[in-house]
């Protein structure tokens, strides 16, 4: 079957480049089964739900002299076991060891002639554990008609449940020709949309802003975002090579809850104050100059929900769209009750707030949601221009059980957010399971001392848990 890829799809396609690929990470740490977790067993749970994500048996084919937009076409080559591959880490592999991997795989771009993800199975963890560590293009999710690959293969119980037979024949793949009159016909009946598509591609390519996506409809948002202007200098937005460094941390979900319930915030506004934290000292391991002024603007997308979508029980279907947020992290207040007040202010006054999507309501939704929240919030980000935010910080709330993949128990979860433009740090928060997962995805020449965050991560919550108490 042969579909145009939508204007932001097009957007993300196009717009990638060999330093800031276009494309989610997501790292999941397994328990080792006791009879293991073969290569085979874990493409068979893949094959199986792949009739609930048919992009990722599609590839893209761009069009002659860029008439139209791409087309998404069934790949009649598809060969599972070039997407799902095998690694190893020297036995008893390290966590350090581990996340050196997970950059290295993360550095490399995807194969634009093939359906674009990959996943991988890694072994040799210590600790008895298994890693999946996987890749999907951003044009792959949009997170209401096609979803994460992470979403669907997730379940509730150790047993994964029964599938029917999966008969799939791929259509034919047209001709160049065939594309080219397609293109021409589109332009005959619908000259206006054409002319609109091909300008919008120009302008994102030139300025980096992308479409408006799936939010463009907010336009109060987006009013309000853009005229805030550029963000502050700072050294987070450098030049972005091809390498990367990933580090990651971790936290109890009840420290956060406990901080919100004493202050009367919320846990995302406790997240944001434990980064602004972890920022603050950052910078002045660093030498920066540190004022009582010093701010740094974080895109931060809200999750939403409309209320009548609660009930349908279909995955994804409960998550309508993620909004634009954009707050000024108070990293020159050296008083962390007071940079929580000021983020929970800010927040507090977001049209959005009133509709967030939360643990609860997640809970609701069959798969494992934050892969795909989380891909839905970085096409958010990359819809604005770079030069707006200093970093990205995609924060999204997960099942508070035990989750399974392939029998497996999910033991931790994290996001591997892409750097944008100029931007040389992302992160990605999961609350999952009674924890708060933390990954940090950074660019591996400008931000060489990426390893102390975790640690100051932990001691900004500690420091907020203390005052709480």
Known sequence: MVTRLSASDAAFFQLEN??????????????RPRNGLSYETLLGTVEQRLPQIPRYRQKVREVTLGLARPVWVDDREFDITYHIRRSALPSPGSD?????????????????????????????????????????????????TALEIGHVIADRTQKPPRF???IWIPAREPSDRQ???????????????????VRSAVAGAATNAGQWVEVGRRFADVARTVARGNAPSSPLNTTVSRNRRIT??????????????RYDCDVNDVVLAVVAGALRNW????????????????MAPMSVYPDADLDTGHPGQAISEVSPFLVDLPVGEGNAVIRLSQIAHATESHPTAASLVDARTIVTLSGFAPPTLHAMGTRVATSFSARQFNLLITNVPGAQNQMYIAGAKLLETYAVPPLLHN??????????????????NADRDAMTDVGVLPSLISEALEELREAAQ
Request: aromatic share 6%; charged share 20%.
């Open 18 to 31: 060999s330093s800031t690929p276009m494309y989610v990470g997501s790292l999941a740490i397994l328990r």
């Open 96 to 144: 350090a060891q581990l996340h050196e991997l997970i950059a290295r795989l993360g550095s490399r771009p995807l194969d634009k002639s093939r359906p674009l993800w990959e996943m991988y199975l890694i072994e040799g963890l210590a600790k008895n554990r298994i890693a999946l560590y996987t890749k999907s293009h951003q044009a792959l999710v949009n997170g209401m």
């Open 164 to 166: 029917g037979e999966d």
């Open 179 to 197: 594309l080219l009159l397609g293109a021409v016909g589109e332009w005959v009946t619908r000259p206006a949309e054409q002319l609109g598509a």
């Open 248 to 261: 990651v941390a971790s936290g109890r979900l009840e420290d956060y809850r406990l901080v919100r319930a």
């Open 283 to 298: 910078l002045m391991s660093r030498g920066e100059p540190v004022t009582t002024s010093t701010t740094m603007r974080a």
């Open 423 to 440: 931007q040389v740090l992302a992160i990605g928060v999961t609350s999952y399971n009674g924890m708060v997962y933390y990954g940090i």
